[in-house]
């Protein structure tokens, strides 16, 4: 009996410990997968535009997106400032 108190007791602490560790590390995941989401999107619209017109969108350099904790631009986000960063010359 004692036995089978003391497995219930270290079976819920242990299920615990595994709630606060995915709460603390759960919305750290979620954030990175929205930073990855903006770099995709950036990635994607730029690739498009740059396959379909030969030139980046007007709004690259421009337009300021919530990356963390700064405002930027897709350029920065990706680091690409023009076509031949996606192939296109």
């Known amino acids: 009996m004692r036995l089978s ?3 219930i007791v270290i079976a819920i602490v242990i299920l615990v410990v595994a709630v606060v560790v995915l709460a603390i590390f ?7 997968k929205q930073l990855t989401d903006i770099k ?3 990635i994607q619209m730029g690739s498009a535009s740059c396959k379909s017109i030969g030139e980046l969108p007007p709004t690259w350099k421009i337009q300021k997106l919530h990356y ?4 930027e631009t897709c350029e920065e986000i990706t680091g690409i ?5 996606f192939g296109v010359t």
């Open 5 to 7: 108190l003391e497995l």
């Open 26 to 32: 759960g919305g750290t995941m979620e954030r990175n």
């Open 40 to 42: 995709a999107s950036c």
């Open 68 to 71: 963390g904790n700064k405002m």
């Open 81 to 85: 400032s023009d076509c031949s960063g």
